[in-house]
């Protein structure tokens, strides 16, 4: 797939004028490495969700497991949206944050039961 794009990507660069297209693609069957992709959005580890038994944090990034624990960043997501996450991480930490000076602050423990 990432192949395919990629060769899309440069008839559509070639097509719109550009003097250099360049292509960076690793042979196939190659496990996936992200040192080949520096601009790839890794995500994952510490999925959020609503239910403790199939995610490690709630909707506030706040482990589940321990509850003085919050995860920020992309690790929360299941995969990559298929764009740049760094509005929606921001987005996220914000609103923890939030959470975390309104209620946790006042009140430590489970910000979800």
Do not use: C
Request: no cysteine; glycine share 10%; aromatic share 10%.
């Amino acid at each position: 797939m990432s192949k395919y794009t990629s060769e899309q990507t440069a008839k559509i660069g070639r097509a719109m004028g550009a003097e250099t297209v360049t292509m960076t693609n690793l042979p196939d069957g190659t496990p996936f490495d992200t040192t080949y992709y520096q601009t790839t959005h890794t995500t994952g580890g510490a999925i959020m969700g609503t239910d403790p038994n199939t995610s490690a944090v709630n909707r506030h990034l706040q482990s589940w497991d321990v509850p003085n624990v919050f995860v920020y960043g992309a690790s929360a997501f299941p995969q990559n949206m298929g764009y740049n996450p760094t509005g929606l991480v921001g987005a996220l930490a914000y609103w923890s944050t939030h959470h975390i000076k309104e209620q946790y602050l006042r009140n430590p423990g489970p910000l979800v039961t």
